[in-house]
């Protein structure tokens, strides 16, 4: 009850110190209108598969579905926005417009939550269970899924996690987490369908191998415990502190609504060519809908690029010829 208290306590001092923000942020703009300043837009959609559209890269797929409550999801676009993605789709637990947990505040919104809907979702769950999470409690569950096929062996994509838990809630229960879930031919994983997690956290800051945690508040953050106890974190991963390199703090809440959010991450994994996959991408509020997070996936960024030939010859008199075959 008390650390509750505490929590809805925060949240009115955050309430009163954004709209203050915004507030000289606006008189800001004013005073100072010659001044050209990154600016987020964003369009709500619930259209599934023009939300694919968005994130794939000449990739063919098929049963796109998408799960969630108004304005959980949609595009967003800007320039030189301090999160390093220009524009892609975006999946946000507290909406993306309107309320003080939004992706951006608007000051004539009344400051409630966009929604506080508990949810379920057994791979979320899942994957709070195998790091020894403290809570599994989901709330605002929003879930786009589609079926893709593959031209080359493996796919990739890019994509920005951020919340309101940061900074003060870090190694703390409310670990909000979200996950991108890959199964298919020669995928064997523990979450269903034999999927795994492609939501993991790099291993280096050039993004060439991954470890197995995945990517949640108590994983990648400032280093930092809010509280100083960081049991909930190293019970996850003890490196996690060395993690903070993928971290990036927000605290003027600069472009998006939210106290931090990683570097552009990659998630990435080995397939089959020619063949059809199944992805889930996944995002929740853990043990309250309080404080919310948000996921931006950078557009055009989905991709299984086919394999190219090159064809020439290096035989004299015929060099540069691509359509004639010489012995030898």
């Not at 809805?8 to 100072?32: E, G, K, P």
């Not at 605290?251 to 060519?273: E, K, M, Q, R, Y």
């Not at 997070?293 to 010829?321: H, K, T």
């Amino acid at each position: 009850m008390v650390y509750e208290f505490f929590r809805q306590a925060y949240r009115v001092n955050i309430l009163i110190m954004n709209r203050l923000h915004l507030t000289l942020s606006i008189i800001f703009s004013l005073v100072f209108s010659c001044l050209v300043q990154a600016q987020i837009s964003l369009d709500c959609n619930d259209n599934a598969d023009q939300l694919v559209n968005y994130l794939v890269d000449g990739v063919d797929f098929e049963n796109a579905t998408v799960s969630g409550f108004d304005c959980s999801t949609g595009y967003f676009e800007g320039t030189d926005l301090n999160i390093s993605l220009t524009s892609g789709i975006a999946m946000a637990t507290g909406g993306l417009t309107g309320g003080s947990n939004s992706v951006i505040q608007d000051l004539t919104a009344p400051g409630e939550l966009t929604s506080n809907t508990p949810g379920i979702d057994q791979d979320l769950q899942l994957q709070l269970e195998l790091v020894n999470a403290t809570s599994t409690n989901l709330n605002d569950v929003i879930v786009i899924e589609f079926d893709f096929y593959t031209t080359s062996d493996e796919i990739v994509f890019e994509y920005v996690f951020a919340s309101l838990e940061y900074q003060a809630f870090t190694c703390s229960q409310f670990n909000d987490i979200f996950g991108f879930f890959l199964s298919g031919p020669g995928i064997n994983g523990p979450f269903s369908n034999n999927a795994i997690n492609l939501a993991l956290v790099p291993e280096n800051e050039a993004q060439t191998s991954f470890t197995d945690s995945p990517v949640i508040i108590n994983t990648i953050n400032s280093g930092a415990s809010w509280t100083g106890a960081t049991g909930p974190c190293d019970d996850i991963d003890p490196n996690w502190q060395e993690y903070s390199v993928f971290f990036n703090d927000n605290a003027d809440l600069d472009d998006v609504n939210f106290n931090g959010f990683t570097v552009p991450l990659i998630a990435s994994a080995s397939v089959t060519p020619c063949e059809w996959y199944h992805i889930k991408l996944a995002i929740a509020d853990v043990a309250d809908n309080i404080f919310n997070s948000g996921v931006f996936l950078s557009e055009n960024s989905f991709s299984s690029v086919g394999i190219s030939i090159n064809q020439d010859s290096d035989y004299a008199p015929f060099i540069g010829n691509d359509t004639t075959l010489v012995e030898g």
